[in-house]
């Protein structure tokens, strides 16, 4: 780093430079200059360039190890994935990092492997390999044909348990890595990029302000040396001294902070992220961040807690409400605890685990881990007081069929014993009501009892003749739909319990095709994952999208089932999503809620969080009312006498599509407000691309969606200009997640898969996470800017009152002065603004505009304003005055070229020239200050203090421009002279008409700006 940083091509060429100034200043000596007091010697100044250079070197190499630190800190973070693995009996979560050989791991599909393994145990596991062999065909997977599970390989589908054979660097996976030269991302972003060219730019003007300065002297060189004038050691000192200060106007002027301020803007926002609970996985994603205008969000655990406990039950037409009853009452009752303590992926521990659910019943329940409908499940049996573990040994799994986003629901086939001796192949099934209530057939009825017991006996629940089966009439069938309505306008998140027996006919067939596919496992010949970086999402059967048997035993096992119960779980709306939505409304961000449930369901969360409103709404001249009702689900009613409207079933009467017929061809398509409509994704699926168009302004909900129904929202709202942020938990998430703008996982609930397509991890699953990550992208925004508006105001200034000097025989900067300011300016100023924390107006503003230019017209207006004052008043210190007050008498003035003063200032000497330099260091102090605002805002000292390392720097430029002053041997360094205690004064208040120039600035604006564009919402937006 510290060759890097000392291999820049200017500040080699001044290296050069310098040791040839020494050199002169050794065998050419300098005659003395009767005006000065002490004699410095020609050496000196090389000397000096040769230190200063030396320390600009060391702080660029500091910052450089710093940000590559902190860049290294966060690739390791975002290594060490999460891993079930066995430990004390019980399966805990640990990092990848932890792992040891000899550990038991828990893989599932989504999953990726966290070290090379050994299978022991598996069903239906395939995996993807191309990681390490480039070839996107799934493998199947199994411990008798293919036991090897490789490290970084994903699992595409089943399930399995498998030992640890080789971790780290010892992994196949880490034998690659070792490989590679670097694991941090140095791809340039976006911002970076545009940057990279600002800076160009900016170097153009000083390259050529450094050949203006160049050919003005050696026209004034020529001149003196055809008249002789002085001699020829200073002759030629002097036009060596003139190219070390035409090479260091460029070194100053060429802004290499600029891509230093980026990266450490994005390095600091990274670290606040993470605490924040945000992973970047990509640098450019942190930018993006702030240029959000659409989000499309899950509702389960984002807008919600993902902590779900069963509130209800509902069988044989009445309600078992769980809080005030702890056990069943009925066998249907203890039939439905009985299936959902079987047909269930949780894993249970010991019990040990105090819940903190309000709801519970009971302080201490198992521990439980896996799908958070799972887990509240099982924590919903244990605390009926039956035992989870006992009811799952009385059974024998035959066969599962798993969850998927297609299927919806999840289906095992289990043996229990009968009292007599013999078996029962019974199916259990539970999922959606949408797609689990097709298959039902008939109606579960018993006048049997609950036992009182404290264990299940699958003998006697799932006995047949305790039961009788009604068939299923559509009368019926309606009165069952109609309730778990009700359930779901609620909040609840509703599931439908259908089981039956298997008869002789249908026990021998199922066998058959078992014992078939245990002694010939076929796997497909297609890619089966639903998600290749280098292809378009794979079609699945929406039966089974894994394996083609599964096809022809889902159709035995999951036809005339009988219904035994809903099961409403409710999931408590998460602290602040409501100020989340509407922090996200007012900063210009619309959020659109993409969720799997049911439409009550989903709308129930939307108006608790304000993503529709609750209150009256105008629309037609019409006011209709949003309401409640105890028996009936969420509907729309007009206070006139307009029908009530279902919002899963009816088109609203005051859609604007009513006309066009996107009503009747789309009835789930519902305007809950004239600015707010839900569709669900059957629907939204079979519309045409200019269809969605129409609609994707007031879409506010999209229920029963699949993964494919996101990815064709986020490309509608794309084709838009919108900039999309998607958020996803699950494998096949993975297509929308990559083709959004900013995709973001969930930390704790997504696959690896989806964090691989991913941007950004969010580690708690939390919406506040998400409005943080908006307005820290937002911040680098802001932070670059800021340095822009002070380093461009530094550059004209300085550039042009050296122009100005040189013009007139007047050496306003020498090199090691402007080496000095080229340290505040870039190394200095980068680190002080660009590690300020978002403001607090920063969600007030709409987002950043994808194209927008970097300087605004507030900066540009804060710029002008900035340095027409400073030129003036610096121009002024540096040719106008004669004598200066402080020695009593009266301030005289002189035209140009006045060769000397009488009084203790002397006009050109050192002293003034040291006056006139401070003089600009602390314009440049204070305007450091103003430059913390890059807008409009008054306050320029609001939270001051809270940046610690903005206010350490600020002092230590003060700090170190007092010491270069005041210490003679320093001074000398620097070609300057000590000033007197009035002299400070009168500098240090003069240069604070920087700030009253700011506020003036500001205040004029504002007024003027209100009479001449009234309309103007957002000076963010106004551009250049």
């Given amino acids: ?153 994903t699992i595409t589908n089943g399930t399995g348990m498998a030992f640890v054979i080789c971790v780290g660097s010892h992994s196949q996976l880490g034998i690659v890595n070792k490989s590679l030269s670097s694991d941090t991302d140095t791809s340039e972003t976006p911002l970076q990029a545009r940057l990279d060219d600002i800076a160009k730019q900016i170097g153009y003007v000083g390259v050529g302000a450094a050949v203006l300065y160049l050919i003005f002297f050696i026209i004034r060189w020529i001149y003196h040396l055809v008249k002789h004038d002085g001699s020829k050691n200073a002759t030629i000192r002097a036009l060596c001294d003139a190219v070390i200060i035409a090479v260091t106007i460029v070194v100053a002027a060429v802004p290499e902070g600029l891509p230093l301020a980026v990266t450490l803007s994005l390095a600091f926002s990274l670290n606040r992220m993470l605490k924040d609970q945000i992973l970047v996985r990509v640098l450019s994603s942190c930018e993006t961040m702030g240029e959000i205008t659409s989000l499309c969000i899950d509702k389960t655990g984002t807008l919600t807690q993902n902590s779900l406990s069963v509130q209800q039950v509902w069988a044989q037409d009445s309600v078992w409400d769980t809080i005030t009853r702890h056990s069943p009452n009925t066998l249907v009752e203890e039939a439905t605890v009985a299936s959902i303590s079987i047909n269930n992926s949780a894993s249970i521990g010991e019990r040990q685990r105090v819940r903190i659910n309000p709801a519970s019943r009971s302080g201490g329940v198992v521990s439980v881990s896996g799908d958070s409908t799972d887990c509240g499940l099982v924590e919903f049996v244990e605390e009926s007081g039956f035992s989870v573990t006992e009811a799952r040994k009385q059974a024998k799994v035959l066969h599962r069929l798993q969850f998927t986003p297609d299927r919806k629901r999840t289906t095992v086939l289990i043996e229990t014993a009968r009292q007599d001796g013999a078996t029962d192949w019974i199916v259990l099934c539970k999922g959606a009501p949408d797609y689990v209530l097709p298959f039902v057939t008939t109606v579960t009825r018993t006048s049997c009892q609950s036992e009182a017991r404290t264990s299940l006996r699958l003998s006697s629940t799932f006995n047949p003749a305790s039961f009788s089966f009604e068939t299923l009439t559509p009368k019926q069938k309606a009165r069952i739909e109609t309730k778990g309505n009700e359930m779901g306008s609620s909040g609840m998140r509703v599931l439908s319990v259908a089981w039956k027996v298997l008869s002789p006919t249908e026990k021998e067939e199922i066998r058959q095709k078992l014992t078939a596919e245990a002694d010939h496992p076929t796997h497909p010949t297609q890619p089966t994952s639903s998600f290749s970086p280098s292809s378009e999402p794979v079609p699945q059967n929406p039966i089974s999208p894994y394996f083609p048997p599964e096809a022809s035993l889902a159709a035995l096992l999951e036809t005339s089932l009988s219904f035994l119960s809903f099961v409403g779980l409710s999931d408590p709306i998460r602290p602040g999503a409501s100020q989340c939505v509407s922090d996200c409304t007012t900063a210009g961000v619309k959020i ?27 629309a037609d001249s019409d006011t209709f009312n949003m309401q409640d009702s105890d028996d009936a689900p969420l509907i729309i009613r007009q206070e006139q006498s307009t029908p009530v409207i279902n919002v899963s079933t009816s088109q609203s009467p005051f859609s604007p599509h009513s006309s066009n017929g996107l009503a009747t061809r789309f009835p789930s398509l519902t305007y809950l407000t004239p600015t707010c409509c839900l569709i669900e994704g059957h629907d939204f699926r079979s519309m045409s691309p200019s269809e969605v168009d129409s ?28 900039i999309v942020g998607v958020t996803g938990d ?78 007139f025989e007047v050496k306003a900067f020498s090199a090691v002065e402007l080496l000095w300011i080229n340290l505040i300016m870039d190394s200095f100023a980068a680190l002080a603004l660009a590690t300020d924390s978002p403001a607090d107006d920063v969600m007030l503003r709409p987002p950043i505009g994808k194209e927008e230019g970097i300087v605004t017209k507030s900066m540009l207006r804060n710029i002008v304003t900035q340095s027409v004052v400073q030129l003036i008043v610096l121009t002024f210190i540096l040719f106008a005055f004669r004598t200066a007050p402080f020695n009593g008498t009266s301030l005289k003035f002189s035209l140009f070229f006045s060769p000397s003063g009488t009084n203790h200032l002397i006009l050109h000497s050192r002293q003034h020239h040291t006056f006139f330099f401070n003089t600009f260091v602390f314009f440049q102090i204070f305007n450091m200050i103003n430059s913390r605002r890059c807008y409009d805002e008054l306050h320029i000292f609001t939270s001051f203090f809270s940046n610690k390392l903005f206010v350490s720097i600020w002092f230590l430029i003060l700090v170190v421009q007092i010491l270069l002053i005041q210490v003679t041997p320093l001074s000398r360094f620097i070609s300057c002279s000590p000033l007197t205690l009035l002299q400070w004064v009168v500098s240090v208040l003069i240069a604070t008409l920087s700030l ?19 309309k103007r919402k957002s000076l963010s937006h106004k551009t250049v």
């Fill in 1 to 153: 780093m510290l060759v890097e940083a000392a291999g820049d091509f200017t500040l080699i060429l001044l290296t050069i430079l310098a040791v040839i100034s020494i050199v002169l200043g050794i065998i050419m000596p300098d005659s003395d200059d009767p005006t000065e007091e002490v004699h410095i010697p020609g050496w000196v100044d090389g000397l000096a360039i040769l230190v200063t250079v030396a320390a600009v070197i060391i702080v660029t190499t500091i910052n450089n190890w710093s940000q590559d630190k902190q860049f290294r800190a966060l690739n390791k973070e975002q290594q060490n994935r999460s891993c079930s693995v066995l430990r004390d009996g019980q399966f805990v979560t640990i990092g990848s990092n932890d792992l040891v050989v000899g550990d038991v791991v828990r893989v599932d599909a989504g999953e990726l492997i966290p070290a090379d393994l050994i299978l022991f145990e598996s069903q239906l596991l395939e995996c993807n390999e191309s990681v390490l062999t480039g070839e996107s065909l799934g493998i199947y997977k199994s411990e008798k044909d293919d036991p090897f599970l490789l490290s970084g390989c």
């Fill in 592 to 618: 659109r809620i993409v969720t799997g449930d049911s439409s009550a369901t989903a709308l129930s969360v939307a108006r608790q969080i304000g993503i529709v409103p609750i209150s009256n709404v105008l």
């Fill in 695 to 722: 609609i994707l302004s007031t879409l506010a909900i999209l229920s029963r969606s699949t993964p494919l129904d996101k990815l064709t929202l986020v490309s509608a709202l794309q084709r838009q200009n919108e």
């Fill in 996 to 1014: 009253f120039t700011a506020v003036i600035a500001k205040c004029v604006y504002h007024p003027l700006s209100k009479r001449i564009v009234p």
């Fill in 730 to 807: 699950g494998t096949n998430d993975a297509p929308a997640l990559k083709k959004s703008d900013v995709g973001m996982a969930m930390g704790i609930c997504g696959t690896d898969v989806a964090v691989n397509a991913s941007s950004i991890v969010i580690k708690d699953d939390n919406i506040s996470s998400i409005v943080k990550g908006i307005r820290w992208g937002r911040n680098v925004f802001d932070s670059i800017r800021k340095f822009i508006q002070f380093q461009l105001t530094v550059n004209v200034v300085a550039l042009t009152i050296s122009i100005i000097g040189s013009l």
